[in-house]
């Protein structure tokens, strides 16, 4: 007969081996708020995974509840995702999350969402899964939310705007919808959200280097746009780094409120809602109502990059939000810029396949990251919320999607470095260089 203390050893290497027990010798099936909560307490090794729409896992109260957010330390995978991503794909999603097939895994959202999830992680070889069905205000802990999650809106957040049913965090002096894109407003005049104008980034950019136009014409575009300085405005695009240009330029102005469509225009269309074909134009005549620029800080010139360059990088960054490629001097990223390489001290922030992508910032479905994943990625090149950051890329558009995420994440210290790679490689004088840092 074994003792008590063989008995007790035996059971703790059991609970240190998940991988080689059953799920029920491994832990109680989780399924309460408060099983989750004493399972934390107690430092159990568990693994979270948040299955409802990314939105609420930001911030945003789902439907009727006081607040949103999400568990302390659960990863965001949105069961919408699962009919986007091949087993492959999953594979690397799950990878790339860090989520491990050996370790127990509890599943929270409605029964739809985590029935969905629970199969798709058995198909992955994820056998220790339990799931919680409850609302997530239950939680009686804090929920975590982007800090400026306000200014990331979802296609449902706008609808209901637009159907005057009043929606949390509603405009309070006025509100405008603008789609961004380069060019005429061919795409725009067949389909786009209901009452928002077009802005053409021609006539907010100017050659040689495609930098910010004049202050005076920037003014012109906004209030063009029936814009003053207190009204909310909501931008969009087909594709968001155009959207997220325009934000900066906005904020740099003095527009208080400036908010992004989660997902841009595939979000809205992915959910149904109606839209317009023509054109809409604005008919106000307004005032801005501020000296422009109002925030001359978010948005950073050539000698000032020069002069972050200088700066300890402890405290400073100049940060290259282009493809890895890019970087280490193997393509210029663009056909009208010729010259490859870096800045020379400039860290990089990551990107996406090509200058016209920001898979490293983007779910499957288009929308934002988890903020704590786009913070892990910059930590790792010594990129920090409490740093001086000035992020560029060609000329300006990737580079502004990445502000306004940092922006949403409540990073203070942050600007658009305007010129980028195609203002800095074109004076020889300006250092660069190529290949894989030491």
Request: proline letters at 5%; a neutral charge; charged letters at 15%.
């Amino acid at each position: 007969m074994r003792s008590l203390t063989q008995i007790f050893i035996t059971c703790l290497f059991v609970i240190s081996m998940p991988c080689l027990a059953t799920a029920s010798t491994v832990t109680p099936p989780i399924q309460t708020f408060e099983q989750l909560a004493q399972a934390q307490q107690t430092k159990q090794t568990i693994q979270i995974i948040d299955c409802r729409d990314s939105n609420y896992f930001n911030g945003w109260p789902n439907r009727d509840a006081t607040r949103g957010g999400h568990i302390p330390n659960a990863v965001n995978i949105d069961s919408q995702w699962l009919t986007l991503l091949t087993p492959t794909q999953m594979t690397s999603l799950l990878k790339n999350r860090q989520l491990s097939q050996k370790v127990p895994t509890v599943l929270y959202g409605d029964k739809t969402s985590t029935a969905a999830m629970s199969d798709a992680l058995k198909q992955q070889g994820f056998s220790f899964i339990s799931t919680i069905n409850q609302p997530v205000t239950d939680y009686v802990g804090k929920l975590k939310t982007l800090k400026n999650f306000k200014h990331l809106v979802s296609a449902q957040w706008l609808d209901q705007l637009i159907n005057h049913q009043q929606p949390l965090y509603a405009p309070q002096h006025g509100y405008k919808i603008v789609e961004v894109e380069w060019g005429p407003p061919s795409t725009y005049l067949l389909s786009h959200i209901p009452n928002s104008l077009y802005v053409n980034t021609n006539d907010i950019e100017s050659k040689p280097w495609w930098n910010k136009v004049s202050d005076n014409d920037l003014k012109k575009v906004i209030t063009d746009l029936g814009i003053r300085y207190n009204t909310t405005v909501i931008v969009y695009a087909r594709n968001n780094m155009s959207a997220a240009r325009f934000a900066n330029f906005l904020m740099y102005a003095g527009v208080e409120d400036v908010r992004l469509l989660n997902g841009g225009w595939n979000a809205w269309e992915n959910a149904h809602y109606p839209t317009q074909a023509f054109i809409n134009e604005n008919h106000e005549d307004v005032s801005f109502g501020k000296t422009i620029p109002a925030n001359p800080q978010y948005l950073t010139d050539l000698q000032q990059a020069k002069t972050i360059l200088e700066e300890p990088q402890s405290t400073h960054s100049l940060v290259s939000i282009r493809t890895w490629q890019e970087y280490i001097g193997k393509t210029s990223g663009y056909d009208y810029i010729k010259p490859k390489g870096r800045i020379e001290g400039a860290k990089w922030g990551h990107a996406g396949s090509d200058s016209y992508h920001m898979q490293d910032f983007n779910n499957p479905d288009g929308t934002m990251k988890s903020g704590y994943l786009i913070a892990k990625q910059w930590a790792k090149w010594n990129i920090k919320p409490n740093q001086q950051v000035a992020f560029f890329c060609g000329t300006g558009w990737r580079a502004s999607e990445a502000f306004f995420y940092a922006y949403v994440m409540g990073w203070k210290d942050i600007s658009v470095f305007d010129g980028g790679w195609y203002q800095w490689s074109a004076d020889k004088n300006n250092p660069i260089t190529e290949g894989v840092p030491k």
